[in-house]
């Protein structure tokens, strides 16, 4: 809550307090420390959470039992809010700034590869929770649509979804489990109209080739994405839905895309999945409890 409180200026408007020198600072040791939030940021949330349980951890094996209770707690919030706000909260910024300069800057200069590439790896990310912060990006690039034309992460966000259900809906097709199928035919539906979670870690990463698989469709279709110059002019659903969220000359190239995505994930996952040595791992899963896993994105 300390990094989000409202005493601090929005995550939103730091860089605008900074070009008219409004950002207020406080005087610590003599540094001047920033009084800015991190609204919409996700890697320095991650750092902190881990720095906060480190911290926490170290202070319960070195406190006496006496004063474990009442000062752990003190002394973890003090140390880690001081470590955030001087050190590790402007540095895991500039990480997460970096990082939305760098998918700007391959989107820009190498286009379809660069859509590829993010398309490729983007369900890595969503495991991560790093796909948390491209909707603060996404967000800029539809306010200046003038300049930039729009976003290109809502479409390839909206094939990658699409493949990770077109992999659940192929091991329908695969396994002969009722619980397996069950999950299989509801979580791959939810992945398709947006929600990949139920998908994504109750099947596709238990399996793990049709986790691949998703990753190689929605790579395939996001370079044609990138080749056809797909942009988003609003946010919305990231699914087949999404149609409504594509510029209008680009609706056939975005549900091309969508047609594609299914077609290779669900296509090298059954594939892939009929083969002799696979089917160990199949009969593996089916002997298990399906996980019903019902996460929203």
């Not at 307090?17 to 950002?23: T, V, Y």
Request: charged share 10%; proline share 5%; with cysteine.
């Amino acid at each position: 809550m300390m990094m989000v409180s409202p005493a601090l200026v929005s995550g939103y408007h730091v860089s605008t307090a900074l070009a008219n020198h409004q950002l207020p600072y406080w005087h610590f040791l003599g540094l001047p420390v920033a009084q800015a939030g991190y609204q919409g940021s996700v890697i320095p949330m991650l750092a902190v959470a881990w720095l906060l349980a480190t911290i926490e951890k170290q202070c319960h094996k070195r406190l006496p039992e006496a004063l474990d209770y009442t000062f752990a707690p003190l002394i973890t919030i003090l140390v880690t809010a001081i470590l955030t706000f001087v050190i590790v909260g402007p540095v895991m910024r500039d990480v997460s700034d970096s990082l939305t300069a760098g998918l700007l800057w391959l989107y820009q200069t190498s286009g379809a590869f660069g859509t590829g590439v993010l398309g490729l790896f983007y369900a890595p990310l969503v495991i991560t929770g790093l796909h948390q912060s491209f909707p603060a990006i996404e967000t800029q690039l539809i306010a200046n649509v003038n300049k930039t034309g729009g976003s290109f992460i809502f479409p390839i966000a909206s094939v990658s979804n699409i493949a990770q259900g077109a992999a659940a809906l192929a091991v329908l097709f695969l396994t002969k489990d009722k619980k397996q199928r069950g999950l299989a035919s509801s979580a791959s539906m939810s992945a398709l109209l947006g929600i990949t979670e139920p998908a994504m870690f109750g099947i596709n990463l238990k399996l793990k080739f049709p986790f691949i698989a998703s990753m190689i469709g929605s790579g395939v279709a996001s370079i044609y994405l990138g080749l056809t110059h797909v942009l988003a002019v609003s946010l919305g659903s990231n699914s087949v839905l999404g149609f409504i969220s594509i510029a209008t000359q680009s609706i056939p190239a975005f549900l091309i895309s969508c047609l594609i995505s299914f077609s290779v994930s669900f296509s090298v996952t059954y594939l892939y999945g009929r083969r002799q040595e696979v089917s160990e791992i199949l009969r593996d899963a089916d002997r298990q409890p399906a996980d019903n896993v019902a996460t929203t994105n």
